[in-house]
């Protein structure tokens, strides 16, 4: 009995196979763009898992400097000598040519047992390990990267390893730091002697830190992931728009025969459970694809989210990406569920159906006054939702809570507008076929209004995001202007070099304006801290957002610092309030400027305050005021003059085309992802007209046989496509502008600490608009298409089965 | 006996008033028997045949079935009934859309699990189908689509053939072969049939005429 009922239930999709392919596509789409974003996600996670566990840090406890600076390696002989079993680790950025990796010196006579990665275990051969020049392990992609860089021990690839670091023997590395005596911390093995001496006693500078699980990239990049996991819910929401419409579709078209097959003696609770059955099999099926697109997608993907990554956070992905298992099976059951979701409504009513309900497909295609009213009302509450979500919600999620409810609030009421709008055209058209196209319209509008709210929630993702990156382009690009005044940047490679630099470039330029920097916790969370020369450069162009009166005098007295925007926001400092600085001091607040694209916290203070308080700061990177003609004499000079090699330098120009470019591929999977979701926008567009054509033969033939050509009522087809794509157009720019500014004003803030203003662009939106109109059109093209050749017999057949 | 019902009673509510279609129904119907139901429209008829058939439930009165109780069976025996022991030929044909005449054919014979393609392809030739079997319903006039639907009821062998109008939307001359063909088969196969219809011509050709009015029946 079941496989003769089941084998019945899918002969429809037999003989409707472009309605099958629609919804195996929609939710291969909608899987595809969702797991395609987990596969980055969990590679992502992945990396920062391994990043953790380097030396041991998720599962050792560690010693490390109050003040968050490098420490002399006396203490690690005080504490060893006192019973204490630590091992030295100093780790550092070493950078050359554009390159840069994270250099982890260890001890390997020390190191407690498992703390090193087991290749540098294995590698065997300690002699060539701690002896000069010494080695190098790093991953394969690591060691390919930095092929052919001067300066580096010889490298080993050794599977395995965290890619973007490389560790090597302690001493090797204090040398390719420039840190020589000096280390970075402390890794405590398990089991230390009871009665050793306490540790302020004899290490005063040096505080405990328990077992970090979580590596700080991995809290740094949480916004950033979270935003991409919500780009792709969106996407997979728009996809599950087509699997409803399909699944709702397939269902009324078969309700006939659900009426013949319980008549003819199918139990019901048999009936629900071989089409839940079926549901499930496709979308088993439909997941399945689309998980591989998805790792197509990811795949394509990933390297711009590797730079992005690289670019604002530091964070090294590796370049491969693994299958694995909790991906894809989470990507099946998301379409399981997905699919589950879009065909619950229709079982429900399948199970309420009584037996001898109409057999006809009912309300699909009729408008439902009640039935818009009671989704304009779940609008209201989910548009109630967002408000308070804005007004009282705090942080990222409560961000992406006013973004859901606001745009399913606008999803829900837009066919309420659109029928609205419609009625109101009917009323003032004067015509009698305008007044009929108006009429047939609003009929239309429950089976289009699924497609509709699906490309209503694109063109509003599409116009929110575009002000969003628009706008960040256009403050980015001033903000760089005024960040980067100076027009040329040299970083010396010792401190000597750096002092015969500066001699010999006074007479040759308009000022020279140090760049020292140490890094050090403020405020709890890992932070820069700046010193600024005084110069008149700064209160020319610092993008400062507030400030006190003569505040870059105030630096230059030692009297006050500066903090970024993300570090004033995130803890909620006011001017006056005091900033303290590693090692203790403190400094009363007096400006906040502008920082984008940086995740950390950043302090300024006058420069010879800085010096004072961190008498052992790396002096030697600057930047030089010149005229900008000068600059590649000045440059050629220097390399003549003092060797310096050309990557030592970068000029203005060259540092704006980075910051473009790394801002550039930070948006890239935005884009990309846009584009996609518009893409599946206009398919449910093209299988919600293509299936409905199917049923408009009874509405169009009367029509025909009073009189009209088939050609005029193809294009009329085509129009009302056109029109109602048109009409949501104009409802998603008020929709798009609110998502730009929740995005902006709330979820930037939330997630990376700064606050943009917001510009629009209308250029922008007619060209979405156009492209709008060219989705709705191809989309009516096939219908209308076979609408103009169809045959008379095929109208006539309509009359024939009336009764 | 086949069919028997003892003051079947069924009320509907129309326009918020309460409408009572059937006020009392006694009809028995036995082996090789056909009972014509005649009556104007809206009288009940096809009420009855689908409380016969065990799509609706009677409010009041008891109805039994090839010895089955349906006032007291669940939904579950009542599907099971219907698969197994009535067949419904409809006004309105009813066939499986996206299945081909032949499938259609034998689709009820197939879901109570007994089916005999010999006896199928026999009555496909007897309905004049034999050529049509590749085809789907939709490419049928609706003469062939009623023959499918009496031949998909007829291919599962039921007792009780429940026929509402069958011949109502073929002429006269098909509508005199078809019902031939029906009596012939249900003859054989010693089935019962109880059949609407409205024209008194038809109804003269059945063994016992019965006519619903007021809600009651009267021979």
């Known amino acids: 009995m079941r496989r003769t009922a089941l084998s019945a239930l899918l002969s429809h999709w037999r003989r409707h196979p472009l309605q099958l392919v629609s919804l195996l596509l929609g939710l291969a789409l909608a899987t595809a763009l969702w797991s395609g974003v987990q596969a980055i996600n969990a590679e992502a996670r992945a990396s920062y898992d391994r990043a953790a566990q380097v030396l041991g840090q998720d599962r050792l406890e560690q010693l490390v400097p109050s003040d968050g600076q490098r420490f002399s390696q006396d203490v690690y002989v005080t504490l060893r000598r006192a019973g204490w079993i630590v091992s030295p680790v100093v780790e550092g950025r070493w950078f050359r040519a554009g390159h840069s990796v994270q250099v982890y010196g260890i001890d390997p006579f020390t190191a407690p047992q498992g703390t090193l990665p087991g290749a540098v275990q294995a590698g065997g051969g300690i002699v060539d390990f701690i002896t000069p020049p010494g080695q190098a392990y790093a991953a394969p992609q690591t060691v390919a990267d ?39 911390r402390l890794l405590l093995a398990q089991g230390q002697p009871a009665n050793r001496p306490p540790l302020a006693q004899i290490a005063p500078g040096l505080e405990p830190r328990a077992p ?89 993907l990933l390297p711009d989210v590797a730079a992005t990554l690289r670019g604002l956070y530091g964070a090294t992905l590796s370049g491969g990406l693994s299958l694995r298992p909790s ?44 039935g818009l009213l009671r989704q304009g009302g779940l609008a209201a509450v989910l548009a109630g939702v967002a408000v308070l979500a804005g007004v009282f919600g705090q942080g990222i999620v409560a961000g992406f809570v006013l973004l859901g409810a606001m745009l399913i609030s606008a999803a829900l009421a837009l066919p309420g507008a659109l029928a609205v709008v419609l009625a109101g055209a009917e009323r003032i058209s004067r015509g009698v076929l305008a007044q009929w196209f108006w009429a047939d319209t609003r009929q239309q509008l ?9 490309l209503l929630l694109a063109l509003s993702a599409n116009i929110g995001v575009g002000t969003m990156v628009s706008s960040f382009r256009m403050t980015f690009t001033e903000w760089l202007d005024q960040r980067l005044p100076s027009e ?66 105030t630096l230059a007295r030692g009297e006050g610092a500066i903090v970024n925007e993300q570090l004033w926001r995130r803890e909620r400092l006011s001017l006056g309030d005091p900033v303290p600085l590693p090692g203790g001091v403190e400094r009363p607040l007096v400006g906040v400027y502008s920082d984008y694209g940086n995740p950390r916290g950043q302090v300024i203070v006058g420069l010879a305050d800085l010096v004072a308080q961190f008498p052992d700061l790396d002096r030697r990177r600057f930047a030089i005021r010149t005229d900008p003609a000068k600059v590649p004499e000045l440059r050629a000079a220097l390399v003549a003059d003092f060797g310096l090699p050309q990557d030592s330098m970068i000029d203005q120009v060259t540092v704006k085309q980075i910051s473009l470019m790394v801002f550039e591929r930070t948006f890239a999977v935005t884009a990309a992802l846009n584009v996609l979701t518009m893409g599946v926008a206009g398919l449910a567009m093209f299988t919600s007209l293509l299936t409905l054509s199917t049923m408009r033969l009874p509405q169009l033939a009367p029509v ?53 203003p917001m510009h629009v ?43 | 006996m086949l069919l028997s019902l003892e003051q079947v009673g069924k009320t509907y509510v129309s326009a918020g008033m309460p409408v009572e279609v059937l006020r009392g129904v006694d009809l028995c119907l036995g082996r090789g028997e056909t009972v014509a139901l005649t009556g104007e429209s809206g009288s009940g008829k096809s009420t009855l045949l689908h409380l016969c058939a065990g799509l609706d439930r009677a409010d009041r009165g008891h109805i039994e079935v090839a010895g089955h109780d349906l006032t007291a069976a669940n939904d579950a025996a009542l599907a099971a009934l219907r698969r197994t022991a009535v067949g419904l030929v409809f006004q309105q044909f009813n066939l499986i859309p996206s299945l081909n005449v032949a499938a259609n054919l034998a689709f009820q014979a197939r879901l109570a699990g007994h089916e005999d393609d010999a006896w199928i392809k026999a009555l496909a030739d ?94």
Do not use: C
């Not at chain 1, 429950?446 to 699906?454: C, H, I, K, V």
């Not at chain 2, 319903?137 to 009780?160: C, D, F, K, M, Y």
């Open chain 1, 146 to 184: 930095l092929a052919g860089q001067e300066g580096l021990p010889p490298l080993i690839a050794a599977e395995g390893m965290v890619p973007g670091i490389l560790f090597t023997d302690i001493g090797i590395a204090q040398d390719l730091l420039r840190a020589p005596g000096r280390i970075s």
């Open chain 1, 212 to 300: 970090q699980e979580q590596a700080d990239v991995a809290q740094l990049t949480g916004s950033f992931h979270l935003n991409l996991t919500a780009f792709g819910f969106l996407s997979f929401a728009v996809g599950l728009f087509i699997v409803h419409s399909a699944i709702g579709l397939a269902f009324e078209q078969r309700r006939p025969m659900f009426r013949t097959l319980r008549a003819l003696g199918l139990p019901l609770r048999t009936l629900v459970g071989l089409l839940a059955a079926e549901v499930m099999i496709l979308a088993l099926i439909a997941g399945l694809v689309g998980i591989a697109l998805g790792y197509v997608i990811a795949a394509a």
């Open chain 1, 327 to 370: 991906w894809w099976l989470g990507g099946l059951a998301i379409a399981l569920a997905g699919a589950g979701v879009a065909a619950a409504q229709s079982l429900w009513r399948l199970w309420r159906l009584p037996l001898l309900a109409p057999a006809q497909p009912r309300a699909w295609a009729r408008a439902s006054a009640r």
């Open chain 1, 446 to 454: 429950p089976g289009l209004s699924l497609a509709l709210m699906a």
């Open chain 1, 488 to 553: 040329l940047y040299v970083t010396a490679r010792t401190e000597e070099e750096a002092a015969r630099l500066r001699d010999w470039l006074t007479p040759r330029s308009d000022a020279i304006l140090p760049i020292w920097k140490v890094e050090g916790p403020v405020l709890g969370q890992p932070a820069e801290i700046y010193g600024v020369a005084d110069h008149r450069t700064y209160a020319d162009n610092w993008p400062m957002l507030r400030a006190e009166p003569d505040v870059w005098q």
């Open chain 1, 704 to 756: 025909w046989a009073l009189g009209l050509t088939r050609g005029r009522l193809a294009r009329l087809e085509l129009g009302r496509a056109m029109m109602l794509a048109a009409l949501t157009m104009v409802l998603a720019i008020p929709v798009g502008l609110l998502l730009a500014w929740v995005l902006l004003a709330v979820v930037n803030v939330a997630a990376f600490g700064w606050r943009l």
């Open chain 1, 761 to 803: 662009f209308p250029g922008d939106w007619l060209w979405l608009g156009a492209l709008a109109l060219a989705a709705a059109g191809l989309a009516a093209a096939w219908p209308a298409w076979r609408l103009a050749r169809i045959q008379p017999t095929e109208l006539l057949k309509v009359f024939a089965d009336e009764r």
């Open chain 2, 126 to 219: 007897r309905l004049g189908l034999s050529d049509l079997l590749g085809r789907y319903p939709e490419q049928l006039s609706g003469g062939q689509q009623q023959r499918v639907a009496i031949g998909r009821t007829l291919a599962a062998r039921p007792a009780l053939i429940l026929a509402d109008e069958p011949t109502g939307n073929l002429d006269e001359a098909t509508g005199d072969a078809v019902l031939d063909l029906m009596m012939e088969l249900v003859a054989e196969a010693g089935a019962g049939l109880l059949m609407v219809t409205h024209s008194p011509r038809l109804a003269a050709r059945l063994s016992r005429r019965v006519h619903l009015s007021g809600g009651r029946l009267a021979a």
